[in-house]
């Protein structure tokens, strides 16, 4: 018998536009190249400058050199100010929270997240399949690499 997810039956949630999940700790915003030409679209730059303007090589698990959106000193994500202010351009990271296989792993990690999130557990049921989607659409476009953000 195949393993059902958790959330085969779906989850709930509606985002409250609280920016907890944009603000106050460190993280990575992984960007693809999708997302990239998404943000240089909306911010009227080319890739050269928006990545020397908004973002940063990390190392991801793998040990490659990926794109990752900045923060500010305060830790909130670069483009928080008073809410999102490329709201509309987000990248796919942000659109599908809290849809990521680390949150939606168990009902435990799920109940973590939603200690921290308002949204989790309210409003909109998200099915299995829509979730199944979101989870695709994180994997079908790949971060950008050191040397291949052009």
């Not at 059902?4 to 039956?9: H, K, S, T």
């Not at 794109?67 to 942000?94: H, T, V």
Request: with cysteine.
């Amino acid at each position: 018998m195949a393993n059902i997810p958790f959330y085969a039956q779906g989850l709930k949630f509606s985002c409250k536009r609280c920016s907890s999940c944009c603000r106050y700790e460190s993280g990575f915003v992984f960007l693809s190249k999708k997302d990239l030409e998404k943000l240089t679209s909306c911010t009227n730059m080319d890739n050269n400058s928006f990545i020397g303007a908004y973002c940063r090589w990390v190392t991801d698990w793998n040990g490659k050199q990926v794109l990752s959106l900045k923060e500010k000193n305060n830790k909130d994500c670069i483009f928080w100010d008073s809410g999102c202010m490329i709201y509309d351009a987000r990248p796919i990271q942000c659109v599908t929270f809290p849809f990521w296989e680390s949150v939606i792993s168990s009902a435990h990690a799920w109940e973590v997240a939603a200690s921290g999130c308002p949204g989790i557990n309210t409003g909109k049921l998200h099915s299995g399949a829509e979730i199944g989607q979101y989870l695709e659409s994180r994997t079908s476009e790949p971060v950008v690499n050191r040397g291949n953000e052009q």
